[in-house]
Structures are given as C-alpha cells and as structure tokens.
C-alpha cells in the first residue's frame, strides 16, 4: 500500500508527478512523514543511488489529498553520495521543500551505538492506538500504521497525562510490508506529538523535521523512543530513536513543532 501512495511518475528532466492520498492523515491534515515519501522517492530516481541517509524537510504549508508535482534541484551528484533539494508543489504553491542526501546503506551493526537501548514488554502486551481514539477525529494513518504504546505510556491516549514529554513503544506496517529507510521515514513520525503527555491533545504541526537513516532494518517491528525537552514560546522539540528487531539503531529523528494552541478534548476510554 505504501509503494501505491507515495507512487511517482517522471514528466521531465527531474520533474515527477505524484498523487497524494488522504488516508494517511491524522484529521484533516496529512502526516508530514507520510508526505516526504514521494518526495525522498523523487531525488532517488534522479540520482540513482539506493538509499535516503539524511532528510531534513521544511513544511511551508499544508497539501492536500490531489495531484501535486515534485522538482528536484540536483546540488552533488557522486558515485557514493549524492545532495539534492527537492520541492512538493500543489495548486502552484510550494508545500514542503526537503534537503536529501542519498547513499548505499548495509545491514551492518553500528561499529559504536552509545545511545540506550529501547525497553519494551512484547507488542502483544503494549496498547495499539486506534483510528477513532480521538471523540471527533479521525486518526486515519492509523488504519496503515500499527502503533502500540508501552503500558505506561497507554493513559496518555485515554485523557491522563503523565507529565513525562516521553513515549515508547512498536510500530509496523499494517499489510505486513517489512520495514526499509522509507518506513522509517515514516515511522519516526507516526506517533502522537509527545505534547499529548502534558494534556495538548490538538493538532501540533510539524515544522521542520530531519532524519538520519543509520543501517537497513531486519524484518519485523521497530521499537522507537519519543522525547521532548523543552517547551518555550509556542514550539517544542521531539527526539525519536529507532531500533529494528535485531536492536539495532536504525533511525534517528528530530523535529521542531508548534504547541497546539487549546486543547481539544481528550481521548475515549476504551
């Protein structure tokens, strides 16, 4: 399903066209993991190598479900590294604009991983979020991505914030596709915005995301790590770390995203 919606098609000289489909929105806004995908697949058939190793996107303003354009602007195009800057353009205006490296990744370990390991009881033991665990919203990308919090963190969706700006817990795909660069993409911002924990439970829009893609995946779930730092001024900070089947380091992410303004009302029970 994800190959289907992120599709691309070349209509010039690193121009491509791509259809962008509402179901993997959170209400009436589409994930911005979701939308870089199209983009990353864009630089990668312009460039030719296999894999994203740096994504860093600026979110300029919202698409929406449609036809859109992608225009990717080739800055360094070498036999082990390429740099490109590519734009989502709908309607005429620019959506978002992501600064890509690309390379070739192995399934190696990481030859130092200082950053802690991802504690997790088995997925069957963690809480699956749900499409309709917001009264009102839709969480529609949850009908694509499995996302199950780690028992502590599972009164965070049921309307009791724990005050921790910290989440854990699994994600997969739900048609069972193994996980790659691209899911991690997605993945790293697949959960609710670490804001939820402190009882903002409204929209809280990305506005600069970047991600580095560290070694291929194996197969099966990936464990992530949500942490926030600092609140201040309307903004806050959201770290992720990802760790595939095998423990091993896969992703690591971090975004800069506004506070939503009221809070909406909290999530069911069930």
Request: charged letters at 20%.
């Amino acid at each position: 399903m994800l190959e289907i919606h992120t599709e691309i098609r070349e209509t010039g000289p690193d121009r491509y066209a791509t259809l962008i489909d509402g179901g993997w929105a959170i209400g009436s806004s589409l994930n911005g993991g979701y939308l870089q995908l199209p983009v990353v697949r864009a630089v990668l058939a312009a460039e030719g190598h296999p894999h994203p190793v740096a994504v860093t996107t600026d979110y300029l303003q919202a698409p929406h479900a449609g036809e859109a354009e992608i225009v990717v602007e080739r800055l360094r195009t070498g036999k082990t590294i390429g740099t490109s800057r590519a734009t989502l353009i709908q309607d005429g205006q620019p959506c978002l604009v992501s600064s890509v490296v690309t390379s070739t990744l192995d399934s190696n370990a990481p030859d130092v991983d200082l950053a802690p390991p991802i504690e997790l009881p088995s997925p069957d033991q963690c809480t699956r979020i749900r499409s309709d665990v917001m009264p009102g919203t839709n969480l529609a990308l949850m009908d694509h991505v499995d996302v199950r919090l780690a028992p502590e963190f599972a009164n965070v969706v049921r309307g009791r914030p724990d005050g921790s700006m910290a989440l854990r817990g699994w994600v997969r795909m739900v048609d069972g596709r193994d996980p790659d660069p691209l899911v991690c993409l997605l993945a790293a911002d697949a959960f609710p915005p670490v804001t939820f924990t402190i009882g903002r439970y409204g929209w809280a829009p990305t506005v600069q995301l970047t991600t580095y893609l560290r070694v291929l995946p194996a197969p099966g779930w990936l464990r992530c790590e949500l942490r926030g730092r600092v609140l201040a001024n309307g903004w806050f900070d959201e770290d992720c770390t990802i760790r595939d089947s095998a423990g091993r380091l896969v992703a690591q992410s971090r975004q800069i995203a506004r506070i939503p303004r009221v809070p909406t009302p909290s999530p069911t029970e069930n």
